[in-house]
């Protein structure tokens, strides 16, 4: 028999369901599996699960330019810990994603700094070189309203060219869906108040629009927050839907002030449960954290003034893990949102555990649950909005065959590599 390079054994999650395997490791890819195999390395995981990492491909790592909120190196860390091996960035840094030159920049500093995987967005404006940018991003973004960073775009008709170019380019066009038009600007005090002014009908709106305008692209709904907006972006031809962790889990209700502050907002206990049930039925392609950090001391200014968006790449899959053992969730919607989607969407060879996949895996004991605690977490923010919820954190973490985390500590001096360009 050949011997692998490398052989990791355990209860593995093989097409749906747990089966004791060894998996065969060449090169950081998956090249055997079978029930005995050699290897000059094993490492057995006993009685442990062994799962496909996430791909978390919505986060805010914040660099270049706001590296005091997060930067490549604690915002990769955190989703180690959290079983993310790969991440797609978005474009809202400074300077934003709208230039080689800026894409250059933040290539760098991931590439140096970055302990998992990476792809890079970068944003839809009028007069962005689309054509020149698509072959080194994972996507383009959209954004129709404003929120953190200077993106929006007001109107569709000044980037009629550009999206024309996105889907020439066949690269994803991910959409931050709320109508600039319908929102409103009231002074707000609270997480009611923020609803009010970004309702359900602003996102139903931009959802519509961009159906239209972006007909002819591979549409990608960001983070879908509300009921009126499930029969608009789920099961559309050209569209995959994203929700999030804090969508499904929060509600305006929830006590969290200027902390629950996100676009889009947290909407009514009705819009988080038909969320939740929609996920539960797999009718969600994929879920993101949209890991968008901001300090402590931002988020402690005045709620209107306060930024928007809230950590998460640390806490979604153990949060989600957790509902998957309590049987809330069935453990196939959870793997098939969070690793086997977002890769297939994406174009990425991560997230199953199959022959030619890249050997990012974490390994799991599903009776080692703990309650998620902010001093535990990786983050530079410091804070998270799911404080006190039960949670399995992964006991181990690979990407790309080397162990990159080991309880809960990094291990080795390993570094990612964009999954676009696969750093060339
Ligand atoms: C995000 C951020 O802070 O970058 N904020 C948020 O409330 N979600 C931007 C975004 O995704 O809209
Ligand atoms: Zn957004
Ligand atoms: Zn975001
Ligand atoms: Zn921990």
């Known amino acids: 028999m050949r011997s692998m390079e490398l052989v990791v054994e355990g209860e593995c999650y093989i097409s749906g369901r747990f089966e004791r395997a060894c998996i065969g490791i060449d090169g950081g890819r998956i090249s055997a599996i079978a029930r005995n195999l050699e290897g000059d390395r094993r490492i057995d995981f006993g009685s442990r699960k062994i799962l ?56 760098e500093a991931a590439a140096s700094k970055s302990l998992v995987d990476f792809g890079l967005f970068a944003a839809v404006r009028p007069g962005v070189d ?39 380019s066949g690269k994803v066009l991910a959409v931050h869906a709320e109508d600039e038009s319908l929102r409103r600007k009231d002074l707000a005090s609270n997480l009611s108040d923020h609803l009010r002014n970004r309702g359900n009908d602003c996102e139903a709106s931009a959802i ?31 569209m995959t839907a994203e929700v999030t962790p804090h969508h ?4 305006r209700d929830r006590p969290l002030g200027t902390y629950g502050k996100v676009n889009p907002p947290l909407r009514t206990r009705a819009d988080r449960q038909a969320l939740f049930l929609a996920f539960k039925q797999g009718r969600f392609d994929t879920m993101a954290s949209d890991h968008a950090p901001h300090t402590v ?11 928007s968006g809230m950590p998460g790449v640390e806490t979604m899959f153990p949060i989600m ?14 793997v098939r949102a969070l690793c086997e989607r977002p890769g297939e969407i994406f174009g990425i060879k991560k997230g199953r555990i199959d022959i030619g996949y890249d050997a990012d895996l974490i390994v799991v004991d599903f009776m080692d649950g703990r309650d998620v605690r902010a001093d535990d977490l990786y983050s530079k923010c410091g804070w998270t909005a799911f404080e006190g919820m039960p949670a399995v954190f992964p006991r181990a973490v690979m990407v790309r065959g080397e162990l990159v985390m080991k309880d809960e500590e990094q291990a080795g001096e390993f570094r990612g590599r964009d999954v676009v360009t696969n750093g060339r």
């Open 297 to 307: 001391d931002e988020k402690k200014e005045d709620f209107d003034f306060a930024p």
């Open 208 to 238: 519509r629009k961009v159906a239209r305008a972006g007909e002819a692209c591979r549409l990608h709904i960001c983070h879908v927050s509300s009921k009126d907006s499930l029969s608009l972006a789920l099961g559309q031809p050209n």
């Open 52 to 107: 496909p990492a996430a791909i978390d491909s919505h986060v805010h790592f914040r660099e270049p330019g706001m590296t005091h909120k997060e930067d490549f190196g604690t915002g990769s860390l955190a989703a180690l810990h959290g079983g993310v091996s790969c991440v797609l960035d978005m474009p809202n840094t400074v300077p934003p994603t709208t230039t080689m030159s800026a894409l250059d920049e933040k290539t």
């Open 321 to 334: 893990l957790q509902h998957a053992r309590d049987r809330h969730l069935a453990l196939a919607t959870v």
């Open 130 to 168: 689309i054509a020149g940018l698509a072959p080194r991003v994972a996507g383009f973004k959209l954004y129709m309203a404003g929120t953190t960073g200077d993106l929006l775009v007001p109107s569709l008709s000044s980037v009629e060219r550009e999206l024309a170019e996105v889907a020439r």
């Open 248 to 251: 499904i889990l929060l509600d």
